[in-house]
């Protein structure tokens, strides 16, 4: 094979002729750019990462359970019975929930889920009409609730139920 002796293998080096003028070196962060990954297909990135999403059937609480819960329930009530008690004490609370699957392309879609939780400030509990807890800004069904814990885990044992 002929080689030349002053030429060695790699980049070309382009110093002061017409090439290196109408091509002038890229600076490092914008050559980054070239090489970034291409999506050709969109959303197709999103749909393969939801294939990874675990779901799970879904809980049935026994009577003892669904008394605690209720119970619990009727504490943050009694504390969060209009806006202004809700301010006053700010009850901290984590909320498990769960949410049924809807993504029409996976196998679980609509038959399991996947249990999710809710930390923050508990503003209304209407356990007569709509039967939900507003924790934060959600609001959830007492039926997707699986369990509730305070920030002060004393606090259901301080309160008894009225």
Not at 55 to 61: A, G, V
Request: aromatic share 12%; hydrophobic share 35%.
């Amino acid at each position: 094979m002929w080689r030349a002796k002053n030429i060695t293998p790699g980049r070309p080096h382009h110093e002061m002729d017409e090439f290196a003028f109408r091509h002038p070196r890229m600076e490092q962060g914008k050559r980054a750019k070239v090489f970034a990954p291409f999506d050709a297909l969109d959303g197709y990135g999103e749909s393969v990462s939801s294939k990874n999403t675990v779901y799970t059937d879904k809980i049935i609480l026994d009577e003892s359970e669904k008394e605690e819960l209720n119970r619990r329930l009727t504490i943050l009530r009694n504390l969060t019975y209009n806006s202004r008690m809700a301010k006053v004490n700010r009850v901290t609370v984590t909320v498990k929930y769960y949410v049924p699957c809807t993504d029409e392309h996976s196998f679980s879609c609509g038959i399991r889920g996947q249990y999710l939780t809710e930390t923050g400030v508990v503003w209304k509990v209407d356990m007569e009409i709509g039967q939900t807890i507003t924790v934060g800004r959600k609001s959830f069904s007492f039926e997707d609730i699986v369990s509730i814990s305070a920030e002060d885990a004393r606090l259901f044992d301080f309160y008894p139920e009225e």
